[in-house]
């Protein structure tokens, strides 16, 4: 059943996500200039801001200030993994990383907009898969993956978050997107990117590298 408020703030959940992703993109430059021993701190931050957003989400009360703030903190803490996959496999793997993450992205939310079908059933799913994704990573921590289990981790990663950029913009359409929630959504689909582009990056930085 659709409410009023979906055709009014949709739209503006996607201006804020793709001015969000511009303010990132002005991060990563600036990531550039940052000194090496603030990186840790920064992702700490931004760490600590996710988890403040997660519980702030029932009551919807995240505004644009965090957005941006976050966005751009992101940034800044994603610039050493482009700048690494630049040093370790060429520029030209980053920028083909970019135009498919956008591909996929798109796509998906074309169809996720368009589809009758109420794709919530997702959540649960998505969200186990997600869990099991970071438990994941920090095991890697501690006992790095083989080359080959690093893929394959990608690759589970790319299909989590083209899971949620289904399950977001679905749930808009079907539900409704308030005034308050804009900044909130706008968050969820700016995480569902930024981390879809990471694990198409990792995935194609793995492949140019056993090339």
């Not at 408020?5 to 739209?11: G, H, Q, V």
């Not at 996607?14 to 511009?22: C, I, N, Y």
């Not at 009551?59 to 803490?77: D, R």
């Not at 970019?98 to 109420?118: E, H, I, N, P």
């Amino acid at each position: 059943m659709y409410t009023q408020t979906a055709p009014n703030y949709m739209p503006s959940v996607l201006r804020s996500f793709a001015l969000s992703l511009a303010v990132s993109v002005i991060g990563m430059a600036a990531g550039m200039y940052i000194p090496q021993a603030l990186f840790l701190p920064l992702a700490l931050l931004e760490a600590a801001m996710l988890i403040g957003a997660f519980i702030m989400r029932k009551k919807k009360s995240i505004g644009y200030t965090f957005l941006y703030l976050f966005t751009f903190i992101s940034g800044i803490t994603t610039y050493p993994i482009i700048a690494y996959y630049i040093a370790e496999s060429g520029a030209n793997v980053v920028l083909m990383a970019g135009v498919t993450a956008t591909a996929v992205f798109g796509g998906l939310a074309l169809y996720a907009s368009a589809t009758k079908r109420d794709l919530s059933f997702l959540g649960g799913f998505l969200f186990a898969a997600l869990l099991a994704l970071v438990v994941l990573g920090i095991f890697n921590i501690f006992s790095p993956l083989s080359s080959m289990a690093m893929l394959v981790y990608s690759f589970i990663g790319i299909l989590v978050f083209s899971g949620y950029v289904l399950f977001d913009i679905n749930r808009m359409k079907h539900y409704g997107v308030s005034a308050e929630e804009v900044p909130l959504m706008a968050l969820n689909l700016y995480l569902d990117f930024i981390n879809l582009f990471i694990n198409i990056l990792r995935f194609f930085g793995i492949l140019s590298n056993d090339d």
